[in-house]
């Protein structure tokens, strides 16, 4: 992969808005953005109750995510191209995820939903009508997915990298600074882990800074490229833009998005915690 | 603190006595500004978190003890940032002039 093949500008998104075969899919952390206007065209993914098993602590399986991406007028072949608020982090999740599943052709919008409100281009709130598909998954590709007994064995050997805010990594806050502070699970970080906020990666308006500028940025973390690469954050969305990074933007072989992240590492009985802004031993 | 400061964000549902608030009002001369961000810079300039402004250009951040710095972005603005400090227990009401 490569930033050609995964990215796309606000303008081209602009010139593409009629083009067949392009499909819009808006995901936001807050999942009313999308009511209160969109991209013209653009189609909604709800993070919590589209893409998440209402029961249990999981993803949708193969057969709802068909069914969700049928009922959407979504199809195999279509070029499907990703945006949404707080830099993308859902969006990025949500390509992640896409990819998971087996979809060829995803795309984000460089900047997402922020670089097109700061330049002041055109958001709607009439909803496109989609003739309903057949749409066919594949199976989960475990290649990018880690679970925490993969994480557990990574302290150490693998590349962990948090991509929190530096407070959260070293355990002085628990969530992130526009969400309450009270959670259940302990703070701090997953020892060996490298500091490298998903933040680092993106410019103030949202997109992605230069290839050359990200490597400068993971290398100078400690993010030794020989090995393969485990991200985490507190969800496993901001994780994802870091993945996306890593495995789409530059390239990366063995890069897995840990998506039970501190949520469930912090939760985990008897594993070790590192607190402060050192890494901390094996 | 028993509430929001006049004109402000209310604070119903908040444990306002665990958090250390930060929150205010993004305004163009007198007019709200409903489609800024403002974000939330650590003591070192390290971003911790971004919010979009609500329809009446409101915002709310839940810091920690220190100083801060907010970054509004706005349409057809320059970046403005202002120097914050936040304490478990108050709420720092902020008005952003862009």
């Known amino acids: ?282 | 603190m028993c509430g929001a400061t006049e004109g402000g964000l209310s604070l119903d549902g908040v444990n306002v006595a665990k958090e250390a608030v930060i929150q205010g009002q993004v305004l163009r001369g007198a007019e709200p500004v409903p489609n800024a961000y403002v974000r939330l810079l650590d003591g070192s300039g390290e971003f911790t978190a971004e919010v979009p402004t609500s329809a009446t250009g409101h915002f709310r951040f839940f810091a920690g003890d220190g100083e801060w710095t907010l970054r509004t972005l706005a349409p057809k603005a320059d970046p403005v940032d202002t120097r914050v400090v936040a304490a478990t227990g108050s709420v720092a009401e902020v008005a952003v002039a862009i």
């Open chain 1, 1 to 282: 992969m490569s930033r050609e093949s995964s990215l796309v500008t606000a303008q081209w998104v602009e010139d593409n808005l009629d083009t067949d075969g392009v499909v819009l899919v808006e995901v936001d952390e807050d999942t009313t953005s999308y009511d209160k206007g969109h991209i013209r065209g653009a189609i909604k993914l709800d993070w919590t109750t589209d893409l998440q098993d209402q029961v249990r602590r999981d993803f949708v399986n193969k057969e709802q995510f068909e069914a969700l991406l049928s009922s959407r007028g979504v199809s195999n072949d279509d070029t499907v191209v990703l945006y949404g608020g707080n830099n993308n982090w859902f969006a990025a999740y949500a390509y992640w995820y896409f990819k998971l599943y087996g979809h060829q052709d995803v795309k984000l919008l460089d900047g997402g939903r922020k670089k097109w409100e700061l330049d002041s281009r055109e958001l709607t709130d009439e909803k496109p009508t989609r003739a309903e598909t057949s749409y066919t998954a594949t199976a989960q590709d475990s290649s990018i997915r880690a679970f925490r007994d993969e994480v557990v064995a990574a302290i150490g050997t693998q590349n962990l990298v948090d991509v929190r805010s530096p407070d959260e990594y070293a355990g002085r806050l628990l969530a992130p600074a526009h969400l309450p502070q009270e959670q259940a699970q302990r703070a701090g970080h997953i020892p060996t882990a490298a500091s490298v906020p998903w933040s680092k990666a993106a410019n103030d308006d949202g997109t992605f800074k230069s290839d050359d500028e990200l490597k400068e940025i993971y290398s100078e973390a400690g993010v030794d490229w020989s090995k393969d690469t485990i991200a985490y954050c507190r969800i496993g969305e901001r994780s994802s833009h870091t993945w996306f990074v890593l495995k789409e933007l530059l390239g990366q072989e063995n890069v897995k998005n840990y998506d039970g992240s501190w949520t469930e590492y912090g939760s985990l009985v008897g594993v070790p915690v590192a607190l402060g802004d050192e890494p901390g031993d094996a």
